[in-house]
């Protein structure tokens, strides 16, 4: 049952991130808002794999955590600049506590690397997006609106 409510979260996170690109005027935030709302493109591939609503692939499924990984590296660079926007969903708490936003950022990096060496199967994808999910979770609820 929680893994409904984590598949349906990450769906509702790409929604919204959809429409903040659309209404942000910022370059920075603008770069930053396309990369997260890329990792939940990505993490929706792999909750339609799991969902069984598409078929399970293993090369899409580890193409999606590689995406993932890439993008998590590139976060704190992203986040470097303090750029606000009204339509962006991060909070001023990334920078007055970028070190520890910076660790989270990482923390996906290193979760989805181990993600995409131990993936062999379907019966691991569970495995798979429960840590990612949770990983992203421990930084959404800190760091985003």
Known sequence: MRL?????ACFFICG???????SVESEAVTARTKAMSEISDNMRVLGLMLKGQVDFDLVSAKSAIQNIEKLAAKTPTLFEIEAVDPHAEAKPEIWS???DFVDKALSLKTVAIDAGSSLFDEDGLRDVVMSLGKTCKSCHSLYRN
Not at 4 to 8: G, H, S
Not at 16 to 22: D, E, L, N
């Open 16 to 22: 919204t991130g959809v429409y903040c690109i659309a």
């Open 97 to 99: 506590n970028y070190e």
């Open 4 to 8: 409904k409510y984590l598949i349906t």
